[in-house]
């Protein structure tokens, strides 16, 4: 748990995982059947979603499956349209389908998909809450409390309002609203568009002759997580240990368990029970686990029992039921639908073409289906809003339950305005440069002040590096691959420049034996050696700066080396041209390469390799297995002296484990909605970026927190914050300046990023932010009012589990760090 957030965020909201519901229903989208290579049925649902206010059309497609709908989003352009076969071939095992889909014309459908979506999980929560006195042990005597204590009262009080429950008209989580047949009153909330009804074993019926309480058992029972509050029993004293055994509540169903002891005055102390079964959730507790702060409590507690009955609903018990439910209702409406005779065979027509191409002599009649068909979807929208069972009901718009907070994914306006082309690398220098090359030029952009150029365009930059515990920038600059050539400066020479300068007057930066550069990469920067690996084609160069971070820390007037910084180790040749190459901080020696080998990991068309950069000997890492195989990244995350790699591949996230002696898969994969371009590890989240949407997960569960659409983005450099760009309108001065993220389908309150209503994102000038990777970390807490002032700095889980079981994930979950072990005495 240690590597969940521990600011309280919710896990998969269901106003980003809802795709139909918020994107397609009540709009013209258009609804397939088929059947895959198994000879399974499945439905895929496509809408072209035309965002006016950020101008980044693309096509969302959703395929229901009996194993769950899967969802994707595709880059949409006018002059090139996608078959619906070819949206089809971007979902996993769905390239080799050999007949086309059926499209399906009845609106009927919208609401057998949307029941089809509904099977992910309720988006209102009823938890139990369960009193317990100190020293009572079997569920009989817990059960029996007639009534609790003043703290108990103050502990509801705080959870959320005493409701009566007769004629209650909102979310009752199974409770009777007719004839008080399960008591008088309950407590009820709203949490961020979510009503939950909490079973109060104090309110529910109470049976003087029967002893094991039936009545309340069949609530309590049957809830995936319950609250035990343990009192102080204060005629016990100290005799009588304050503690929790949840064998003690006998219950097939209950799953977690939140015991919650009351401390000093308006604190509370919090421990959590999971069953071995559940998977990894968040936010991770405290160290200690005592909260003096009330509201922030109530927050933390809360996002804690959503997320941990969503996580419930992946274990084998419930994910086998939700398949079987599935299983049985896609079959049922395939048989339906498939016997239609309406449909048409439309495997080879583009999706951007099937309605424009209606003959002109049914094209009113065209309309009017679809006319007909949005009603409907708009209907079974508003009703679904009305019942509650939407990720915005009318119990919950409104609400001022909210408290508002910000974001840790919060941007902040870095530069207004950035005029240069498009940019083409980019990296952080110091707390506020940026230094930018560009198609014009290379900039050197700092915050609150104008850009300069350094570098003219006949330098056309590639890739660039600010190395700061050296002192030196290095650039790989050329027309082509083939021209490339790697450049060495002092950070002292590009402050030191006034007027820009052009590549015939930099020839003396130029490193040896580097021409035909296509592509480097450096290990982390600040340990005992910087490395260097340079490819060119096939052909692999391995250098090392002679200096250590620590020597040039301490000694920072002596160490003016540039080009003759760098000694060259050794040079290999692979059997093809690397497409990305990850220096991974293992087997080195603190006192010379050649006592220990260094290890690459190589990314190829369709594979990675880990390779021996002094021996050229190679093993296989991982192999993509689809047609179209697009790697995006490959990065080294430590624990202790082992080596996890993050490998992300079109839609697919895979960790591999990496020692010296073997390659171990860890059997955990996640998916993006989108494919990215870049992939950013900011712990305790991991950010895919697009060239239009900014997609947050978790890197303990890969479950989804954020996601943001902005027209035209870029990641620019991760090293420290993270920076990037995308288009924007004119700069005010007097305008608060970040960026708003959508809260509900709905309803927006900060809306991202400022938008210009007259302008496309190619005439938009460029306008860079800026994420503090302090706000990401789980270690940050000094802009949370909440955050209780007796908690230390140091995070780590106070949670406990029933059972003990392997934790083959334990590097994302438990001591996984983005900095590697502290090499001899090296300073950074």
């Known amino acids: 748990m240690f590597g969940s957030p521990s600011t309280p965020v919710l896990e998969n909201p269901e106003y980003q995982t809802r795709w139909y519901f918020k994107y397609f229903l009540g709009k013209l989208h258009q609804n397939y059947v088929g059947v895959d290579v198994d000879k399974m049925p499945f439905f895929l649902s496509v809408v072209l979603n035309e965002n ?181 029993n204060d005629t016990l004293g100290t005799d009588v240990p304050l503690q929790f055994n949840p064998i003690c509540i006998k219950s097939q169903f209950t799953h977690i368990f939140a015991v919650v002891s009351p401390e000093a005055t308006n604190s509370y102390r919090l421990s959590v029970f999971s069953d071995e079964a559940v998977p990894l959730f968040g936010p991770s507790l405290p160290c200690p686990p005592v909260f003096k702060d009330a509201q922030f409590f109530r927050e933390f507690l809360l996002v804690k029992l959503m997320n941990s009955e969503k996580a419930t609903f992946e274990t084998p018990t419930f994910s086998r039921k939700r398949e079987r439910t599935l299983d049985m209702l896609i079959k049922d409406l395939y048989a339906e639908h498939v016997t239609d005779a309406r449909m048409t065979m439309l495997n080879r027509r583009a999706f951007s073409d099937v309605l424009a191409d209606t003959p002109k002599h049914s094209r009113l009649k065209e309309d009017s289906r679809q006319i007909e068909f949005v009603r409907i979807g708009q209907a079974l929208k508003l009703e679904a809003i009305v019942r509650g069972d939407a990720p915005t009901s009318l119990a919950s718009a409104g609400s001022s339950g909210t408290i508002l907070k910000r974001s840790p994914w919060e941007a902040n306006c870095f530069y207004p305005v950035f005029p240069a082309g498009s940019i083409q690398s980019g990296d952080s220098w110091g707390e506020n440069k940026l230094v930018l090359a560009t198609e014009d030029g290379v900039y050197v952009v700092e915050d609150g002040l104008s850009h300069r150029m350094i570098f003219d365009r006949t330098l056309q930059v590639r890739q660039l590096s600010v ?96 080009v003759d910084g760098f000694t060259f180790l050794w040079e290999l040749l692979l059997n093809e041209s690397p497409s990305m190459i990850t220096v991974l901080d293992c087997g080195w020696n603190q006192s010379s390469p050649s006592h220990g080998d260094i290890y690459l990991c190589v990314g190829y068309k369709n594979h990675w390799d880990i390779v021996n950069g002094r021996t050229g000997i190679a093993r296989h890492l991982h192999t993509v ?116 993220v959508e809260i509900k389908s709905t309803e927006t309150t900060k809306l991202t990023p400022p938008q210009s209503p007259n302008a496309s994102p190619e005439l938009r000038p460029l306008r860079l932010y800026r994420i503090p990777i302090q706000t990401l970390s789980r270690h940050s807490n000094s802009e949370h009012k909440y955050v209780s002032s007796g908690s230390t700095d140091t995070w780590k889980s106070s949670d406990f589990t029933l059972g003990v079981p392997e934790q083959p994930r334990v590097s994302r979950s438990a001591t996984s760090s983005p900095i590697p072990p502290t090499k001899g005495n090296s300073l950074n």
């Open 625 to 740: 297995d689809s047609a179209k195989a697009h790697l995006v990244a490959a990065l080294d995350l430590y624990e202790d002296q082992e080596v996890q790699l993050l490998l992300c591949y079109n839609h697919t996230c895979h960790f591999q484990k990496i020692n010296e002696d073997s390659i171990t898969n860890i059997e955990f994969d996640f998916h993006w909605n989108s494919v990215p371009t870049d992939i950013v590890c900011a712990f305790p989240y991991v950010i895919a970026f697009t060239s239009n949407t900014m997609e947050i997960r978790l890197v303990v569960n890969g479950n989804l927190v954020h996601t943001m659409t902005m027209p035209k983005l870029q990641l620019l450099t991760s090293k420290n914050d993270v920076f990037f760009s995308t288009t924007s309108p004119e700069f005010f001065p007097n305008k608060t300046e970040h960026l708003t």
């Open 52 to 232: 006016s206010n950020q101008c980044v059309p693309l096509y969302r497609a959703i395929l229901f499956k009996k194993a769950g709908a899967q969802k994707i989003s595709l880059p949409y352009t006018h002059n090139k349209v996608l078959t619906v076969k070819q949206i089809l071939s971007n979902f996993p095992n769905m390239e080799k389908v050999e007949k086309g889909p059926k499209e399906i014309f009845s609106p009927d459908i919208q609401k057998d998909l949307l029941l089809l979506e509904e099977q992910e999980g309720s988006v209102n929560f009823k938890f139990g809450v369960i009193y317990m006195k100190q020293g009572q042990t079997t569920d009989d005597e817990i059960l029996s409390n007639e009534s609790g204590s003043q703290r108990f009262e103050e502990f509801l009080s705080l959870l959320g309002d005493t409701v009566r429950l007769k004629g209650w008209d909102k979310y009752r989580g199974g409770l009777d609203i007719k004839g008080d047949m399960t008591g008088k009153y309950s407590v009820y909330t709203i949490y961020e568009g979510h009503e939950i009804m909490f079973h109060v074993s104090t309110l529910l019926p109470y049976s003087r002759d029967n002893r094991q309480q039936v009545e309340r058992k069949r609530h309590i029972g049957n809830d995936i997580v319950n609250i035990v509050f343990l009192d102080v």
């Open 467 to 562: 190395v700061e515990p050296h002192g030196i920038m290095l650039i790989r600059a050329g027309n082509s691959n083939r021209e490339g050539k790697v450049y060495v400066f002092r950070l002292s020479q590009i402050d030191a420049i006034v007027e820009c300068r052009s590549r015939y007057e930099i020839k003396e930066h130029r490193l040896e034996k580097t021409r035909g550069t296509h592509l480097y990469a450096l290990s982390r920067t600040g340990g005992s050696r910087l490395r260097m690996c340079v490819a060119i084609g096939r052909k692999l160069l391995l250098f090392q700066w002679k200096h250590s971070a620590a020597w040039t820390a301490w000694c920072p007037a002596n160490d003016t080396d540039t």
